[in-house]
T-cell receptor, first 114, second 114 residues
Framework: AQSVTQLGSHVSVSEGALVLLRCNYS??????LFWYVQYPNQGLQLLLK??????LVKGINGFEAEFKKSETSFHLTKPSAHMSDAAEYFC????????????FGTGTRLQVTL | DAGVIQSPRHEVTEMGQEVTLRCKPI?????LFWYRQTMMRGLELLIY????????DSGMPEDRFSAKMPNASFSTLKIQPSEPRDSAVYFC????????????FGPGTRLTVL
């Protein structure tokens, strides 16, 4: 069975500050890991994914995440927050080799303040 | 491509009524997923299809829920009879096996059962 844990249901940062959203996973097989973003009243959009290639993954909108097997983590970061980054962020895991069944975390709502 | 299309975007109905949600996946995609999103339970996978065949329906909450995929370009999720606790946002997503390991989500249907 696979699972992800997102620490912090709400994170608030100032505009221009570092964004760090935490995700830890549990998987009995090599995982694929994903970060999705959901803007209000919209569906989920893929930010980035880890599929067993480079451990540091760069995504859209300046976000990146690092796969750390020893820590079973896949934290999402962005050096400088922008107001437009305010949204809900979901970490997800699937078995390596397939994205056919994703297990999502509970989400982290990012608030960006002036 | 138009992306995943869902209809209706909003549905308000009374308890006991039948509700049908519709989804058109991205052309050529061979997996289709139905999710439910609530504040209490987050994102839950209800059922998914591969080449129009249901593969895993273990997430379907009870017999009141049913899903069909009569062809590669159309799927329905039906609730009969509906109950207030079914109020949620229902998302459809699709993916191409062997493709870029990304599930593409539709905009969702917000269901309110009074």
């Amino acid at each position: 069975a696979q699972s992800v844990t997102q620490l912090g249901s709400h994170v608030s940062v100032s505009e221009g500050a570092l964004v760090l959203l935490r995700c830890n996973y549990s998987s009995s097989v090599p995982p694929y890991l994903f970060w999705y973003v959901q803007y209000p009243n919209q569906g989920l959009q893929l930010l980035l994914k880890y599929t067993s290639a480079a451990t540091l993954v760069k995504g859209i909108n300046g976000f990146e995440a690092e796969f750390k097997k020893s820590e079973t983590s896949f934290h999402l970061t962005k050096p400088s927050a922008h107001m437009s980054d305010a949204a809900e962020y979901f970490c997800a895991v699937s078995e390596a080799g397939t994205a056919s069944k994703l297990t999502f975390g509970t989400g982290t709502r990012l608030q960006v303040t002036l | 491509d138009a992306g995943v299309i869902q209809s209706p975007r909003h549905e308000v109905t009374e308890m006991g009524q039948e509700v049908t949600l519709r989804c058109k996946p991205i052309s050529g995609h061979d997996y289709l997923f139905w999710y439910r999103q609530t504040m209490m339970r987050g994102l839950e996978l209800l059922i998914y299809f591969n080449n129009n065949v249901p593969i895993d329906d273990s997430g379907m909450p009870e017999d009141r829920f049913s899903a069909k995929m009569p062809n590669a370009s159309f799927s329905t999720l039906k609730i009969q009879p509906s109950e207030p606790r079914d109020s949620a946002v229902y998302f459809c997503a699709s993916i191409l096996a062997g493709g870029p390991d990304e599930q593409f989500f539709g905009p969702g249907t917000r269901l309110t059962v009074l």
